[in-house]
């Protein structure tokens, strides 16, 4: 027989179960009676996952760094918990010590990467190249190298042909109606 799962706060015999999915990774927070009513998990407008999971993931060093205020809009620790999201951009940096071990139990790090469409990406590199060969063919001209002006001039054609090109798949512009 599995023994009784405890509550994250308190330690008591845990009721009350929250489960919340991030990137395809499973957070769960166990409560009891008490906690749950405590933490307003009963009243959906009083109640914050933001700050149960602070509580049961955050060291008490890392909370206790976030004491201050956010210099950029006066925004506390507390004012966090309570909206769940920052007032300012210097809100990150100001409560830095407190938002890292949170974002490490919730995604694969701490650095937000982004994601840029394989198509787009491909059409930004394109473009630098043509960029780039029309600067080496400014100066090849300049510095009075022909040869190498004619090779670049060519490169730049052929790249020049590849973005104005439609991508496969990418459906061809309709004539336009009078």
Do not use: W
């Not at 602070?54 to 890392?62: F, Q, R, V, Y």
């Not at 950029?72 to 007032?87: I, L, P, S």
């Not at 730049?156 to 798949?169: D, H, Q, T, Y």
């Amino acid at each position: 027989m599995a023994s009784p799962l405890q509550c994250n706060l308190c330690g008591k015999p845990a009721t009350v179960h929250l489960t919340q999915i991030v990137n395809s990774k499973m957070h769960k927070v166990d409560l009891c009676e008490a906690c749950a009513q405590a933490k307003g998990v009963t009243d959906p407008g009083g109640f914050s996952l933001a700050d149960l999971l602070m509580k049961a993931s955050l060291s008490p060093e890392a909370s206790a760094g976030a004491a201050g205020d956010c210099p950029g809009c006066g925004f506390t620790a507390n004012d966090f918990k309570k909206h769940g999201r920052f007032g300012c951009p210097q809100c990150y940096r100001t409560f830095a010590g407190m938002v890292a071990p949170m974002l490490e139990n919730m995604h694969k790090g701490v650095r937000h990467a982004g994601k840029v469409p394989v198509k787009a990406l491909e059409r930004h590199t394109l473009l630098e190249r043509v960029a780039g060969l029309e600067a080496g063919l400014a100066a090849a001209v300049k510095a009075e190298r022909y040869e190498e002006a004619a090779r670049l001039r060519d490169e730049l054609a052929e790249a020049r042909r590849s973005a104005a090109k439609p991508s496969p798949g990418t459906p061809a512009p309709s004539p336009a109606r009078r």
